[in-house]
């Protein structure tokens, strides 16, 4: 069965710390990716997503992902956070064929401290 | 154009009774999803509808829960005889299209609380 993984459950940075959080998926065939973001007491949000071309993505608010199909990861980076960057990060993953049925990881909590 | 709508956004319920949640999808969106998040969890699939119809319910447990998306009106997730282990985030997400290009967009979800 199709499974993502998100290694790092809770990360602290300071402000102005570079951020890179893990994802890895297992699945052999063609994927699509996505990065959620939740903020504290908001619904998810679209960060970014990969189908096909550039592996490397660019989402909002400054955040990019690699998609790197040898090691079946999507690693998702910003090279400064920030204060209001504190939420909860979530990879997915849905297959390429039939109804877009999200398969999530189970989220990193990220703490910015000012 | 608002977004999607679920509510209650939270919703108390005693062992036995029954819980349901509503979900009113994007303007323009045939597709629901329905997803739960434990918790400490990622959030897991539940069941996909299309209006009047159950596409795939495969994440659904087999007792208790159904769901249903009418011709009109919202979407709703129907918890009967709740238990303790249902207490969750439970999530809805649209999408315009069956097409595997398509976005989900979440609404703000339904805390359920089961004491």
């Known amino acids: 069965a199709q499974s993502v993984s998100q290694h790092n459950h809770h990360v602290i940075l300071s402000e102005a710390a570079s951020l890179e959080l893990g994802c890895n998926y297992s699945y052999g065939g063609t994927v699509n990716l996505f990065w959620y973001v939740q903020y504290p007491g908001q619904h998810l949000q679209l960060l970014l997503k990969y189908f096909s071309g550039d592996p490397l993505v660019k989402g909002i608010k400054g955040f990019e992902a690699e998609f790197i199909k040898s090691k079946f990861s999507f690693n998702l980076r910003k090279p400064s956070v920030q204060w209001s960057d504190t939420a909860e990060y979530f990879c997915a993953v849905t297959r390429n064929t039939g109804f877009q049925k999200l398969v999530f990881g189970t989220g990193t909590r990220l703490l910015v401290s000012p | 154009n608002a977004g999607v709508m679920q509510n209650p956004r939270h919703l108390v319920r005693r062992r036995g009774q029954e819980a349901r949640l509503r979900c009113s999808p994007m303007?323009?969106?045939?597709?629901v999803y329905w997803y739960r998040q434990l918790p400490e969890e990622g959030l897991k699939f539940m069941v996909y509808?299309?209006?009047?119809?159950?596409?795939?319910e495969s994440g659904m447990p087999k007792e208790r829960f159904s769901a249903e998306f009418p011709k009109e009106g919202p979407s709703i997730l129907r918890i009967q005889q709740v238990v303790r282990g249902d207490s969750a985030a439970y999530f809805c997400?649209?999408?315009?299209?069956?097409?595997?290009?398509?976005?989900?967009?979440f609404g703000p979800g339904t805390r359920l609380l089961v004491l």
């Open positions: 509808l299309q209006k009047e119809n159950i596409i795939d």
């Open positions: 997400a649209s999408s315009p299209l069956q097409d595997k290009q398509e976005t989900q967009y």
């Open positions: 303007k323009g969106h045939s597709h």
